[in-house]
């Protein structure tokens, strides 16, 4: 996915909206508007397009994932990757963290769909142009922490992150260095030891708990993208709520760690809005099994009991492959 292919013509940035990517008029735009196919992005295990969204008058770039694209997977045989996507989103949304891109389930040229704004600069335009003015969507130039999971959006490994920070990084020894935390040693062919490592970021650490909650099975470092205002956000979540720990994520830093009060006062809202009959869990019940909207309310209330970012089970690899 680290390259977009036969786009046509992109949206052109003056038309871009200025809400941001999690807005709840994004979402209404994405839900309601006019879905048009600019491209494909290249690399993908699933198909995955390019568009943009028409929605009276505004235009919004966007991420146009078709359930007939999606290749089946042995241990998420129920419901979609499509609707999975859009649970995840759902409790991003629920937090208030508003972590994940405005993400919707609606009709596209190709049948039924995920459909995600857009986050970072568009196919085609160059990222110092949109550094120059900021973009008309206020965001400015996305940079990312990963590379082919980011989709069309350029990699960016061992890049800076908004505020001069990276995000995740591999460094020599043991010891992962003032403001880091470590994730693992890796093999990178060298006779030193490389530990892998990411930053001491409140973003991460929110993200950490929301992986947690919604059992993500597959957070690379390229499934995160910043943008120069400093906003965070995460795509790729079709891995996600099943019954059993799936559990794997480059952000292992705080395993074991209270949680901030932050976070236990979040989770206990969660826990509220995902009681049977509630909105959210209505929701949730038409985009993942009853089992699955079940397990996710014990997960929710185990973190809130134990207080603390769960540890790996040890029964699954704790890491993906590739990390990055």
Partial sequence: MSQAADCGRPPRQEQQEAASPAAEETRTRLELGT?????????????????????????????????????????????????????????????GWDLIPATVLRDGPYGEGMC??????????????????????????????????AGAHESAGGEEAAGGRELLAIVEGDEPGEGWKPVGHVDTGSARPALLVHADDERLRRLAVLDAVINNGDRKGGHLLTLATGALYAIDHGVTFNVDDKLRTLLWGWAGEELTSEATATLRGLGAAL??????????????????VEALRKRTDGLISSGRHPLPSGDWPAIPWPPV
């Fill in 275 to 292: 009681a049977d009959g509630a909105p959210l869990a209505t929701r949730l019940s038409a985009l993942i099994t009853t089992a699955e």
């Fill in 116 to 149: 995600q704004a857009w986050v970072g600069p568009l196919p085609g335009t160059a990222p110092e142009d949109d550094e120059e003015d900021g973009g008309e969507d206020g965001d400015g130039a996305r940079e990312s922490a990963g590379d082919e999971a």
């Fill in 35 to 95: 879905l048009t196919v600019l491209g494909q992005i290249r690399q993908a295990s699933n198909a995955v397009l390019f568009g943009e969204v028409e929605h009276e008058g505004h235009r919004v770039a966007c991420v146009y994932k078709p359930v007939a694209g999606e290749r089946p997977l042995w241990d998420f045989p129920d419901g979609t990757l499509a609707q999975r996507e859009v649970a995840a989103y759902e409790i991003s949304r629920a937090t």
